[in-house]
């Protein structure tokens, strides 16, 4: 083995060793920053693997927030104050409706695109934030691009450097037109809401209870209507159960109490109608309306309406009087109303009356119509049903009369019916009134009979007058017999001469021609005033014409009880429209009567002539006898009723019917010194009213 030796010789072995101590240590120290220097390196691996998530996660996180802002409409914005240079996120130019890009915007470009109505605000907002240090809040419009206008909402922070003077604003700006358009259309819905609660008088209201005891809060909500309806003052918020009972009116308030607990204990709805007295003293009409608010089958709580129906309660109460005077009236005048369509065979409308009529009880309900036309009396069914027919296809109204057998007694009623058709409604629609004219034509009947009494009492009293007359009439009748006979002597003598002298023989014959007319018309008017149905004959007369034939027909009356006779008759008289023989008993009556009332003292008797007030022809026939009777002066035109003993008191009452049936009146006044006078009336052309 072969030694090596590592020092030289004279070199000394301390120094060696320290030369070796330190070549170790040196070692030992390049051994431990190379492992710093690796666990650096490993350290900076790290770090930038964490720089890298980092990055990744900030790349991440600007996404997401860029999506937030592109979701929420909102962008955010730096504005240099010193530059007057501005830069926005992508979203602000997403909302100017710009292209996103890098580089700042001058702020005059971004005024241009505010609402030019906006922009002296906006502005004006700003400066006065940066001059008082405090945050900027507005709402402004701004123009795209497109013209399309949008409405932001804009937020900003002042930001200052060390000696407190602002040198930039970093801030938000987000897009509010659709939560702006929401808003408008919610205050358009609520404007349009309360305006219609306004004009229909209906408020809306919400409670979790209703305030009765043990029920909790009442937690109630009225809308500004309902405050108005009770006459109360929002501000002073919905009453409590007791003062809204308060505000009831007494009558009603028991009814009302009532109602509110059995919602409360049952849950269930409500629709009253009551009266509540406002503060003011007004009382006004309310209809409520109430139903249980359920979620998931939890009650909880009441919503409802209330209405001010003050109005349509006056009317429904005005309308159910007027139904009853009108139900009434109905059953007074035995006339309904109906209401129905004689094609389908429909009916709309029967008041009670009408079912009544019919003889059918009107808690029947509806009646079909064939029961209603099987009332009618066979012998008129086809009669009814023709007329019904005509009118539907001519669609006309109609009137007709007829006879029904009532459902319940079968007892024969005449009725009149009446129709109208509304040329707008359906074929066959009809509306009218049905009367029962029954006592109407039993009236009828009797009037007949009446008339025909009468017109047999008149023939009588104007025969029980031929006694009183025949004087006068054999000498009116033996005046021209007897010049006829003297005549026709003369007319012989003139033809016995030789020769006959016919000259004188001919007017002879003309004489004895003209009294036998004469004495013809004599017996012509009387027969004509006693002749027993004599039809009325209306014509054109001259009321002189018939004075003068009732006085000639009078002249042995008068002159045997030392009468005299004064006619004061207008010569311009008008003609009237009546019948010559009922006026001529007219006359003779009260000429008769004139003369009865003078027959034992003697006296005159005048008949004139005039015109009325109402422009109608005035006859007046007066007497100097024993006047009219203190008593019971009404009553002297009555039938039957009499001053004279052996009179039959027909004579005026029929004189009365006489100048009625004419158009005209009578009456009769005492004279201021004696005697009495009869006055009547008849329309100049009168119309015959028989």
């Known amino acids: 083995m072969t030694r090596i030796h590592f020092l030289a010789p004279g070199f000394p072995l301390a120094e060696f060793v320290a030369f070796f101590v330190i070549l170790g240590l040196l070692e030992l120290r390049f051994r431990e920053r190379a492992n710093e220097l690796h666990n650096t390196n490993r350290k900076l691996q790290e770090m930038q693997a964490e720089f890298l998530l980092m990055s990744r996660e900030l790349q991440e996180s600007k996404a997401r927030l860029e999506e937030a802002q592109r979701v929420a409409h ?280 009408t079912v009544r009529m019919h003889g059918f009880d009107p808690s029947e309900g509806a009646i079909p119509f064939e029961r209603f036309f099987n009332t009618v009396h066979p012998e008129d069914q086809p009669g009814v049903k023709a007329a019904l027919e005509s009118a539907t296809r001519a669609g006309t109204d109609y009137d007709i009369e007829y006879r029904v057998c009532r459902a319940n007694d079968g007892s024969i009623r005449f009725f009149r019916s009446l129709g109208h058709h509304n040329p707008s409604g359906e074929i066959g629609n009809y509306i009218g009134t049905t009367m029962d004219i029954t006592e109407q034509k039993r009236a009828e009947q009797e009037r007949e009979r009446l008339r025909q009494l009468e017109a047999d009492l008149a023939h009588t009293n104007r025969v029980n007058m031929l006694g009183e007359l025949a004087a006068a009439l054999a000498h009116e009748i033996k005046q021209p017999i007897s010049a006829a006979i003297t005549s026709a002597n003369a007319c012989l003598r003139w033809l016995a001469h030789d020769p006959p002298d016919l000259e004188r023989a001919r007017a002879a014959a003309t004489r004895i021609e003209e009294d036998g007319n004469r004495a013809a018309d004599v017996i012509n008017r009387l027969r004509s005033f006693y002749k027993k149905g004599a039809t009325p004959e209306r014509r054109m007369l001259d009321v002189k014409d018939i004075v003068q034939e009732m006085t000639v027909l009078l002249r042995n009356e008068v002159v045997q009880h030392s009468i005299t006779i004064h006619s004061e008759l207008d010569a311009n008289m008008p003609n009237i429209l009546g019948d010559r023989v009922q006026l001529q008993q007219v006359f003779m009556n009260l000429m008769l009567n004139a003369i009865e009332a003078m027959k034992d003292t003697g006296g005159e008797l005048t008949i004139r002539s005039g015109l009325s007030p109402e422009g109608e022809l005035l006859i007046s026939i007066s007497d100097t006898g024993v006047g009219l009777p203190l008593k019971n002066l009404e009553r002297i035109f009555d039938a039957f009723h009499t001053t004279k003993p052996q009179g039959t008191g027909m004579g005026l009452a029929i004189t009365r019917s006489i100048v009625e049936s004419h158009g005209g009146r009578i009456w009769a006044t005492a004279n201021q010194e004696a005697g009495a006078t009869f006055h009547f009336t008849l329309p100049r052309e009168a119309e015959a009213h028989a």
């Not at 602000?92 to 915007?105: H, S, V």
């Not at 809040?137 to 922070?157: F, N, Q």
């Not at 009814?255 to 509540?276: F, P, W, Y």
Request: proline share 4%.
């Open 74 to 353: 909102v962008g955010y914005f730096i504005w240099d104050l010193k530059t007057d240079r501005v830069i926005w996120s992508d979203e602000t130019f997403r909302i100017f409706g710009l292209k996103p890009q890098d580089e700042p915007i001058d702020l005059a470009r971004v005024g241009e695109m505010m609402h030019p109505e906006d922009r002296e605000f906006v502005f004006r907002t700003a400066e006065e934030a940066i001059r008082s240090g405090v945050q900027v809040d507005c709402e402004h419009r701004i123009l795209r691009p497109t013209g399309e206008m949008r409405v932001v909402h804009s937020l900003g922070d002042l930001k200052k450097d060390s000696s407190g003077q602002p040198y930039q604003m970093f801030g938000t700006t987000q897009d509010i037109t659709d939560r702006k358009r929401a808003e408008e259309a919610l205050e358009r819905s609520q404007f349009y809401l309360s305006e219609g609660q306004r004009l229909a008088h209906m408020g809306s209201w919400a409670a979790s209870s209703l305030g009765v005891r043990g029920s909790g809060d009442l937690n109630i909500y009225w809308s500004d209507e309902v405050y108005k309806i009770f006459g109360l003052d929002p501000q002073n918020g919905p009453p409590n159960l007791e003062q809204y009972l308060a505000a009831v009116h007494p009558d009603d308030r028991a009814s009302m109490a009532k109602s509110v607990r059995m919602m409360h204990e049952q849950r269930c709805g409500c629709d009253l109608t009551n009266r509540i007295v406002r503060p003011n003293g007004e009382v006004r009409y309310i209809r409520c309306v109430g139903v249980p608010l359920l979620e998931d089958g939890v009650f909880k709580g009441f919503v409802g309406t209330t209405m001010d129906v003050t109005e349509q309660e006056l009317l429904t109460q005005e309308l159910r009087r007027e139904r009853a005077y009108l139900r009434e009236a109905q059953c007074l005048t035995h006339a309904g109303s109906w209401a129905a369509n004689f094609v389908t065979g429909q009916i709309f409308h029967l008041s009670d009356e």
